[in-house]
């Protein structure tokens, strides 16, 4: 079964850090790319950024860059998303997906359980 889950969220105050984890299991990354996403109550989900199925490729929103970074370890099937100068706004449900590509808007297969990210005195 191909799933991804996801792992690391929890509340921190503005300016924390968290380490968000996108498990792949069922298929390699090695041929897909992955993105992570965020909806806030009220909004849309939102693309935050997404690593090449190479890893050689990243984007970010412009709302994250320079803050957020993408990785990814092949040895365990594994993206992670690490968070700095967590502001407010960031709060959201976040939840990875896998893609054919970056530049894709197409989704393959079902979204995950997401993991609950809250930035809060």
């Known amino acids: 079964q191909l799933q991804l889950v996801e792992s690391g969220g929890g509340l921190v105050q503005p300016g924390g850090s968290l380490r968000l984890s996108c498990a792949a299991s069922?298929?390699?990354?090695?041929?897909?790319?992955i993105g992570w996403f965020r909806q806030a109550p009220g909004k849309e989900r939102e693309g935050v950024s997404c690593?090449?199925?190479?890893?050689?490729?990243?984007n970010y929103a412009d709302s994250v860059k320079g803050r957020f970074t993408i990785s990814v370890d092949n040895a365990k099937n594994t993206v992670y998303l690490q968070m700095n100068s967590l502001k407010h706004e960031d709060t959201a449900v976040y939840s990875c997906?896998?893609?054919?590509?970056?530049?894709?808007?197409?989704?393959?297969?079902?979204w995950g359980q997401g993991t609950q990210v809250t930035v809060s005195m």
């Open positions: 997906a896998r893609k054919m590509a970056c530049g894709s808007s197409v989704i393959l297969g079902s």
């Open positions: 069922g298929f390699t990354l090695d041929y897909y790319a």
């Open positions: 690593i090449s199925a190479s890893g050689g490729s990243t």
